[in-house]
Protein backbone atom coordinates (compact mmCIF):
# COMPACT_ATOMS: atom_id res chain seq x y z
CA UNK A 1 0.00 0.00 0.00
CA UNK A 2 1.55 3.86 -0.85
CA UNK A 3 0.99 6.78 1.81
CA UNK A 4 -1.55 9.15 1.35
CA UNK A 5 1.15 11.40 1.84
CA UNK A 6 -0.84 13.63 4.62
CA UNK A 7 -0.59 12.27 7.99
CA UNK A 8 -4.04 14.02 9.46
CA UNK A 9 -3.80 12.16 12.61
CA UNK A 10 -0.52 14.11 13.25
CA UNK A 11 -2.29 17.33 11.86
CA UNK A 12 -5.76 16.86 14.36
CA UNK A 13 -3.31 16.51 17.32
CA UNK A 14 -1.21 19.69 16.31
CA UNK A 15 -4.00 21.61 15.76
CA UNK A 16 -5.11 22.37 18.94
CA UNK A 17 -1.45 23.82 20.44
CA UNK A 18 -0.68 25.75 16.47
CA UNK A 19 -4.16 27.52 17.15
CA UNK A 20 -3.45 28.18 20.62
CA UNK A 21 -0.01 29.42 20.23
CA UNK A 22 -1.26 31.98 17.15
CA UNK A 23 -3.63 33.01 19.30
CA UNK A 24 -1.27 33.77 22.12
CA UNK A 25 2.49 34.70 21.05
CA UNK A 26 2.30 34.73 16.38
CA UNK A 27 -0.82 36.95 16.23
CA UNK A 28 0.34 39.60 19.01
CA UNK A 29 3.36 39.72 17.44
CA UNK A 30 2.74 40.76 14.27
CA UNK A 31 0.19 43.00 15.87
CA UNK A 32 3.25 44.73 17.56
CA UNK A 33 5.13 44.84 14.36
CA UNK A 34 1.82 46.60 12.78
CA UNK A 35 1.43 48.73 15.17
CA UNK A 36 5.37 50.30 14.53
CA UNK A 37 4.43 51.27 11.59
CA UNK A 38 1.52 53.86 12.85
CA UNK A 39 1.60 57.02 14.88
CA UNK A 40 -1.89 58.89 16.44
CA UNK A 41 -2.02 62.31 15.12
CA UNK A 42 -5.14 64.12 16.56
CA UNK A 43 -6.58 60.48 18.17
CA UNK A 44 -6.18 59.03 14.45
CA UNK A 45 -3.92 56.76 13.26
CA UNK A 46 -1.38 57.66 10.50
CA UNK A 47 0.43 55.52 8.46
CA UNK A 48 4.03 56.80 9.07
CA UNK A 49 6.61 53.44 7.70
CA UNK A 50 9.63 53.49 9.38
CA UNK A 51 9.41 56.74 11.11
CA UNK A 52 8.98 55.40 14.58
CA UNK A 53 12.44 53.64 13.85
CA UNK A 54 14.18 57.01 12.83
CA UNK A 55 12.86 58.56 15.64
CA UNK A 56 13.84 55.42 18.19
CA UNK A 57 17.40 55.91 16.76
CA UNK A 58 17.93 59.26 15.41
CA UNK A 59 16.29 61.17 17.98
CA UNK A 60 18.68 62.00 20.94
CA UNK A 61 15.97 61.77 23.69
CA UNK A 62 14.81 58.60 22.18
CA UNK A 63 18.42 56.51 20.97
CA UNK A 64 20.05 57.79 24.41
CA UNK A 65 17.53 56.13 26.45
CA UNK A 66 17.71 52.67 23.90
CA UNK A 67 21.34 52.70 23.95
CA UNK A 68 21.76 52.70 27.80
CA UNK A 69 19.31 50.22 27.85
CA UNK A 70 21.04 48.02 25.31
CA UNK A 71 24.25 48.18 27.10
CA UNK A 72 22.97 47.04 30.56
CA UNK A 73 20.86 43.96 28.69
CA UNK A 74 23.76 43.03 27.05
CA UNK A 75 25.54 43.51 30.59
CA UNK A 76 23.06 41.48 32.68
CA UNK A 77 23.00 38.91 30.43
CA UNK A 78 26.74 38.21 30.34
CA UNK A 79 27.18 37.94 34.09
CA UNK A 80 24.24 35.16 33.36
CA UNK A 81 26.41 33.72 30.99
CA UNK A 82 29.58 34.09 32.93
CA UNK A 83 28.43 33.15 36.01
CA UNK A 84 25.12 31.39 35.85
CA UNK A 85 25.81 28.93 33.50
CA UNK A 86 29.18 27.57 34.04
CA UNK A 87 28.27 27.49 38.32
CA UNK A 88 25.06 25.14 36.64
CA UNK A 89 27.39 22.81 35.27
CA UNK A 90 29.75 22.40 38.04
CA UNK A 91 26.99 21.71 40.39
CA UNK A 92 25.51 19.06 37.51
CA UNK A 93 29.12 17.62 37.13
CA UNK A 94 29.02 17.54 41.28
CA UNK A 95 25.05 16.19 41.80
CA UNK A 96 25.26 13.56 39.26
CA UNK A 97 28.34 11.91 40.98
CA UNK A 98 27.25 8.77 41.88
CA UNK A 99 28.59 8.44 45.18
CA UNK A 100 27.35 11.70 46.59
CA UNK A 101 25.01 11.24 49.63
CA UNK A 102 21.59 13.24 49.22
CA UNK A 103 21.79 14.34 45.92
CA UNK A 104 18.41 14.54 45.58
CA UNK A 105 17.76 16.66 48.31
CA UNK A 106 21.00 19.04 46.97
CA UNK A 107 19.03 19.82 43.60
CA UNK A 108 15.48 19.98 45.14
CA UNK A 109 17.00 23.01 47.46
CA UNK A 110 18.81 24.44 44.45
CA UNK A 111 16.25 24.53 42.36
CA UNK A 112 13.04 25.84 44.72
CA UNK A 113 14.12 29.51 44.09
CA UNK A 114 13.68 29.03 39.85
CA UNK A 115 9.80 28.35 40.99
CA UNK A 116 9.16 31.13 43.61
CA UNK A 117 7.77 34.19 42.25
CA UNK A 118 9.58 37.47 40.67
CA UNK A 119 7.89 39.66 43.59
CA UNK A 120 8.82 37.57 46.45
CA UNK A 121 12.70 37.44 45.10
CA UNK A 122 12.73 41.03 44.37
CA UNK A 123 10.92 42.14 47.84
CA UNK A 124 12.81 39.76 49.57
CA UNK A 125 16.20 40.48 48.18
CA UNK A 126 15.53 44.28 48.57
CA UNK A 127 14.97 43.70 52.65
CA UNK A 128 17.91 41.84 52.82
CA UNK A 129 20.34 44.26 51.58
CA UNK A 130 18.69 47.24 52.80
CA UNK A 131 20.93 49.42 54.87
CA UNK A 132 18.00 50.22 57.39
CA UNK A 133 16.80 46.84 58.07
CA UNK A 134 18.72 44.43 56.36
CA UNK A 135 20.44 41.75 57.55
CA UNK A 136 23.87 41.96 55.30
CA UNK A 137 25.05 44.79 57.29
CA UNK A 138 25.08 42.87 60.53
CA UNK A 139 26.38 39.57 58.95
CA UNK A 140 29.25 41.17 57.19
CA UNK A 141 30.20 42.75 60.79
CA UNK A 142 30.16 39.12 62.55
CA UNK A 143 32.18 38.08 59.71
CA UNK A 144 34.67 41.30 59.74
CA UNK A 145 34.30 42.15 56.58
CA UNK A 146 31.68 45.20 57.48
CA UNK A 147 34.02 47.16 54.74
CA UNK A 148 32.20 44.96 51.88
CA UNK A 149 28.67 46.24 52.35
CA UNK A 150 27.49 49.21 50.35
CA UNK A 151 23.89 49.73 49.60
CA UNK A 152 24.23 47.67 46.79
CA UNK A 153 20.63 48.64 45.24
CA UNK A 154 20.79 52.28 45.65
CA UNK A 155 24.71 52.68 43.86
CA UNK A 156 24.70 53.07 40.24
CA UNK A 157 27.65 51.06 39.95
CA UNK A 158 26.52 48.15 41.61
CA UNK A 159 22.85 48.21 41.37
CA UNK A 160 22.32 46.67 38.02
CA UNK A 161 25.48 43.79 38.77
CA UNK A 162 23.80 43.02 42.29
CA UNK A 163 20.28 42.41 40.71
CA UNK A 164 21.89 40.36 37.73
CA UNK A 165 23.52 37.96 40.43
CA UNK A 166 20.17 37.79 42.62
CA UNK A 167 18.81 36.62 38.69
CA UNK A 168 21.73 33.67 39.04
CA UNK A 169 21.20 33.00 42.21
CA UNK A 170 17.20 32.49 41.36
CA UNK A 171 17.80 30.20 38.39
CA UNK A 172 21.02 29.00 38.38
CA UNK A 173 18.81 25.80 39.05
CA UNK A 174 17.91 25.41 35.30
CA UNK A 175 21.16 25.18 33.83
CA UNK A 176 21.76 22.42 36.81
CA UNK A 177 19.32 20.32 35.72
CA UNK A 178 19.37 20.60 32.02
CA UNK A 179 23.35 19.13 31.99
CA UNK A 180 22.34 17.00 34.86
CA UNK A 181 19.73 15.52 32.55
CA UNK A 182 22.59 15.41 29.51
CA UNK A 183 25.26 13.87 31.98
CA UNK A 184 22.61 10.86 33.36
CA UNK A 185 22.03 10.19 29.25
CA UNK A 186 25.80 9.49 28.69
CA UNK A 187 26.18 5.94 28.01
CA UNK A 188 28.23 4.18 30.80
CA UNK A 189 30.10 1.85 28.16
CA UNK A 190 31.34 5.38 27.33
CA UNK A 191 32.47 6.29 30.77
CA UNK A 192 33.76 2.64 31.31
CA UNK A 193 36.23 2.53 28.23
CA UNK A 194 37.26 5.66 29.18
CA UNK A 195 38.34 4.42 32.65
CA UNK A 196 40.29 1.51 30.91
CA UNK A 197 42.27 4.04 29.30
CA UNK A 198 43.22 5.75 32.32
CA UNK A 199 40.77 8.96 31.85
CA UNK A 200 39.11 9.41 35.59
CA UNK A 201 37.96 12.12 38.06
CA UNK A 202 38.31 15.56 36.28
CA UNK A 203 39.70 14.18 32.99
CA UNK A 204 36.85 12.48 32.42
CA UNK A 205 34.47 15.03 32.53
CA UNK A 206 36.42 17.41 30.50
CA UNK A 207 38.02 14.78 28.17
CA UNK A 208 34.68 12.35 27.44
CA UNK A 209 31.67 14.11 29.37
CA UNK A 210 31.90 17.68 28.23
CA UNK A 211 31.92 17.15 24.56
CA UNK A 212 28.79 15.19 24.52
CA UNK A 213 26.93 17.41 26.95
CA UNK A 214 28.03 20.67 23.70
CA UNK A 215 24.71 20.63 22.27
CA UNK A 216 22.73 21.13 25.81
CA UNK A 217 25.44 24.11 26.88
CA UNK A 218 24.17 25.61 23.38
CA UNK A 219 20.68 25.30 24.29
CA UNK A 220 21.72 26.72 27.57
CA UNK A 221 23.31 29.52 25.79
CA UNK A 222 20.41 29.81 23.38
CA UNK A 223 17.76 29.67 26.00
CA UNK A 224 20.09 32.33 28.60
CA UNK A 225 20.68 35.14 26.06
CA UNK A 226 15.96 34.74 25.10
CA UNK A 227 15.23 35.34 28.86
CA UNK A 228 18.13 37.78 29.54
CA UNK A 229 16.66 40.46 26.43
CA UNK A 230 13.06 39.84 27.83
CA UNK A 231 13.99 40.14 31.25
CA UNK A 232 11.57 42.80 33.20
CA UNK A 233 10.17 41.13 36.41
CA UNK A 234 12.67 41.62 38.94
CA UNK A 235 14.01 45.17 37.49
CA UNK A 236 10.39 46.13 37.83
CA UNK A 237 9.93 44.92 41.50
CA UNK A 238 12.70 46.15 43.18
CA UNK A 239 13.68 49.16 41.25
CA UNK A 240 10.97 50.02 39.80
CA UNK A 241 9.41 51.20 36.20
CA UNK A 242 12.03 54.19 36.42
CA UNK A 243 14.68 51.40 36.51
CA UNK A 244 17.11 53.79 39.45
CA UNK A 245 19.09 55.07 40.57
CA UNK A 246 19.29 57.16 37.46
CA UNK A 247 18.19 54.50 35.01
CA UNK A 248 21.49 52.94 35.94
CA UNK A 249 19.24 49.52 35.90
CA UNK A 250 17.43 50.52 32.93
CA UNK A 251 16.85 47.24 30.35
CA UNK A 252 14.67 47.01 26.95
CA UNK A 253 12.01 45.40 29.19
CA UNK A 254 11.18 48.71 31.56
CA UNK A 255 12.39 51.29 28.55
CA UNK A 256 9.05 49.46 26.78
CA UNK A 257 6.93 49.29 29.22
CA UNK A 258 7.27 53.05 30.51
CA UNK A 259 7.37 54.05 26.79
CA UNK A 260 4.06 51.68 25.93
CA UNK A 261 1.94 51.83 29.15
CA UNK A 262 2.97 55.57 30.51
CA UNK A 263 4.46 56.18 33.73
CA UNK A 264 4.00 59.20 36.04
CA UNK A 265 4.03 62.28 34.05
CA UNK A 266 5.31 60.18 31.13
CA UNK A 267 2.38 59.63 28.61
CA UNK A 268 1.96 56.20 26.75
CA UNK A 269 2.56 56.04 23.10
CA UNK A 270 1.69 52.38 22.02
CA UNK A 271 3.64 53.04 18.45
CA UNK A 272 7.18 53.73 19.46
CA UNK A 273 6.59 51.33 22.52
CA UNK A 274 5.56 48.50 19.65
CA UNK A 275 9.12 50.07 17.62
CA UNK A 276 10.79 49.07 20.43
CA UNK A 277 9.49 45.83 21.38
CA UNK A 278 10.05 44.97 17.59
CA UNK A 279 13.68 46.53 18.25
CA UNK A 280 13.84 43.65 20.98
CA UNK A 281 12.41 40.91 18.35
CA UNK A 282 14.92 41.98 15.66
CA UNK A 283 18.09 41.64 18.38
CA UNK A 284 16.84 38.41 19.69
CA UNK A 285 16.17 37.15 16.43
CA UNK A 286 19.90 38.02 15.26
CA UNK A 287 21.73 36.81 18.74
CA UNK A 288 19.52 33.20 18.58
CA UNK A 289 20.86 32.82 14.51
CA UNK A 290 24.20 33.97 15.20
CA UNK A 291 23.99 30.98 18.32
CA UNK A 292 22.57 28.77 16.14
CA UNK A 293 25.44 28.78 13.11
CA UNK A 294 28.08 29.11 16.15
CA UNK A 295 26.89 25.60 17.89
CA UNK A 296 26.38 24.30 14.22
CA UNK A 297 30.15 24.80 13.39
CA UNK A 298 31.83 23.81 16.64
CA UNK A 299 29.73 20.77 16.56
CA UNK A 300 31.25 20.10 13.44
CA UNK A 301 34.61 19.67 14.39
CA UNK A 302 33.75 16.66 16.67
CA UNK A 303 31.67 14.72 13.66
CA UNK A 304 34.45 12.03 12.01
Not at 50 to 78: D, K, V
Request: charged share 10%.
Amino acid sequence: MKNSGIKWHVIVFLAPAVLVYTAIMIFPLFNTLRLALYTEVDQVRQFVGLENFRTLFGNPHWSGQFWNALGNNFWFFSIHMIVQNPIGIALAAILSHPRLRFAAVYRTAIFVPTILSFVIVGFAWKLILSPIWGITPDMLKALGLKWLYAPYLGKEEYALTTLALISVWQFVGIPMMLIYAALLSIPEEVLEAGEVDGITGFASFWKIKLPLILPSIGIISILTFVGNFNAFDLIYTTQGALAGPAFSTDILGTFMYRTFFGFQLQLGDPHMGSAIASGMFGIILIGVCIYLFGIQTRLRRYQF
